[in-house]
C-alpha cells in the first residue's frame, strides 16, 4: 500500500480534493515577490504541481506540511538553488519586484544576494567571523573602503543580535561559534549584502530551545527590514513567527491564509487535519 493509499485510508480524502485549487486568498497589494503555476520537476518526478502565491513586502510568511510536501523545494525556487540540481526542471513564473528571475538574462549571483539563503544546518565559512560577514559585499563591491566594509560588518552583527558577543573576537573562526550563534552570523552574513527577501529553511532545527528563541526574536526585528519566507516543521513557530502560512501537501499548495486563521480556522479539511495532528 503506498503512502497516498494509507493517507487517504485514513482521513477519507479524495485524489480531487488533492488537486483542487489552492483555499484562501493567494494574493496581496504591491507583492515583492510573486509565483504564478509554478511546477517543479525532479527527472519523471512531479515535486511542485501549479502553485500561485504572492509574498507581501516586511511580511513573514511560513511554509508547513509533512515532511516531502515540497515546501523545501519551493522555498528553493525563489532564488533559484535549484538550478544546481541537474535533473530539476521548473516551469512557470517567479518574479522579484516584477521582474522575472528565471528570465535568460538574469544573472543568479546577483539575484541571490537580493534573495538571501539561510539554511538548516548552519554553514560558516572556514574564514574568521569578520571575513564571513564581508565576503559577500567583497565580491558584490558593495565597499570603497576599509571603514565602510568594518562598518557594514558592524551593522549586519548588529542587526543578528551578535555584535556585543563577539566585537572582541572578530579575527577568530566562525566555525568555533555555538549553533546558535554560528546560525545568526549566517542571518548577518546574509543581511550584509542589503537583500530584499530573506529564505530561511528550518533555520532552527538543529538549535537547542535557548537559541531558537534569539532567532524567532531576530525574525520579528528583521520583519521590520526585510521580507522572509520560512519554512519550518514546527507548527509552534510558525505561529510564534510569521504574519501568514502557507501549507503545502503532496506537492500541491493546499490553504493559504492568515496565521491565526490557519491555526485556529482552517478552511480546508487536509489543513485541518495536519494542524489537529491527524497526520504529519
Request: hydrophobic content about 35%.
Amino acid at each position: 500500500m503506498t503512502s497516498l493509499q494509507k493517507f487517504n485510508d485514513s482521513t477519507d480524502i479524495t485524489m480531487e480534493n488533492l488537486t483542487s485549487k489552492t483555499t484562501g486568498n493567494v494574493y496581496v497589494d504591491n507583492p515583492r515577490m510573486s509565483a504564478r503555476d509554478v511546477n517543479v520537476f525532479y527527472g519523471d518526478k512531479h515535486a511542485i504541481r501549479d502553485v500561485t502565491i504572492d509574498i507581501a513586502e516586511q511580511e513573514v510568511i511560513a511554509f508547513i506540511g509533512p515532511s516531502g510536501c515540497g515546501k523545501s523545494t519551493f522555498l528553493r525556487t525563489l532564488n533559484r538553488m535549484n538550478d544546481t540540481i541537474d535533473i530539476c526542471r521548473v516551469e512557470g513564473q517567479i518574479t522579484l519586484d516584477g521582474e522575472d528571475i528565471y528570465a535568460p538574462s538574469v544573472d543568479v549571483v546577483p539575484l541571490r544576494a537580493r534573495v538571501g539563503m539561510v539554511f538548516q544546518k548552519p554553514n560558516p565559512f572556514p574564514k574568521s567571523i569578520f571575513d564571513n560577514i564581508a565576503y559577500g559585499p567583497r565580491i558584490h563591491g558593495l565597499t570603497k573602503s576599509k571603514s565602510e566594509l568594518d562598518a557594514v560588518v558592524e551593522s549586519a552583527l548588529t542587526r543578528a543580535g551578535l555584535w556585543n558577543e563577539v566585537k572582541d573576537r572578530l579575527d577568530q573562526p566562525g566555525t568555533g561559534l555555538s549553533g546558535g550563534q554560528q546560525q545568526r552570523l549566517c542571518i548577518a552574513r546574509a543581511i550584509a549584502v542589503s537583500p530584499e527577501v530573506i529564505l530561511m529553511d528550518e533555520p532552527c532545527s538543529a538549535l537547542d530551545p535557548i537559541a531558537t528563541a534569539k532567532v524567532e526574536e531576530l525574525i520579528e526585528e528583521l520583519k521590520e527590514q526585510y521580507t522572509i519566507v520560512i519554512v519550518t516543521h514546527s507548527m509552534q513557530q510558525a505561529a510564534r513567527v510569521s504574519d501568514r502560512t502557507a501549507y503545502f501537501h503532496l506537492g500541491d499548495l493546499v490553504e493559504v491564509g492568515k496565521t491565526e486563521q490557519i491555526f485556529t480556522n482552517p478552511s480546508h479539511k487536509l489543513t485541518q487535519d495536519y494542524i489537529t495532528g491527524r497526520f504529519g
